[in-house]
């Protein structure tokens, strides 16, 4: 229910958000039991303020501003499906416009303080919809190889 589907990993290739190397995850995801109860709806990424945030695909900057008093950016994911993948940053200055085409790697914030993190960090979200989605299903890299099931009785 919350993972991605496998046939759209290979549709994208993606890179963190930040680094490299990839940033220490401070905190995980933890998907909530429900559409309004408590949960982590993403994952947060160690990184100082200043930190260059980059696009880990090629989309469209959908929003770009201020969210409860912190910066917030939002990109919506090409060829990712219907409805697309977005992924959302904060806390961050974006640098680019709603409406901006980004590849994968351009810089499109830079991270700033005020997250809800204890150390600076660099909060990452994903949904499809209204669906949240754990973004280091993003980071599957590689092609999808079949093994040899041995053991397993035919019939």
């Known amino acids: 229910m919350h993972q991605i589907p496998m046939?759209?990993?290979t549709l994208i290739t993606a890179v963190w958000p930040i680094g490299p190397p990839p940033p220490d995850v401070l905190r995980?995801?933890?998907p909530p039991p429900g559409p309004y109860a408590a949960?982590?709806?993403g994952i947060d990424l160690a990184a100082p303020p200043g930190t260059p945030?980059?696009?880990p695909a090629a989309g469209t900057v959908s929003f770009a501003g201020p969210v409860a008093g912190r910066g917030v950016l939002t990109l919506t994911l090409h060829g990712t499906g219907t409805p697309p993948?977005?992924?959302t940053y904060g806390p961050v200055d974006p640098l680019l416009p709603a409406g901006t085409a980004v590849r994968a790697g351009e810089v499109v914030a830079r991270v700033t303080e005020g997250g809800?993190?204890?150390a600076p960090c660099l909060h990452?979200?994903?949904l499809r919809g209204e669906t949240y989605l754990n973004p280091l299903g993003l980071m599957r890299h590689g092609p999808s190889r079949l093994l040899p099931v041995t053991g397993v009785p035919l019939g």
């Open 7 to 9: 046939i759209l990993l």
């Open 28 to 30: 995980g995801w933890e």
């Open 39 to 41: 949960g982590h709806r």
């Open 116 to 118: 809800h993190c204890a």
């Open 85 to 87: 993948l977005r992924t």
């Open 53 to 55: 945030v980059v696009a």
């Open 124 to 126: 990452w979200g994903l």
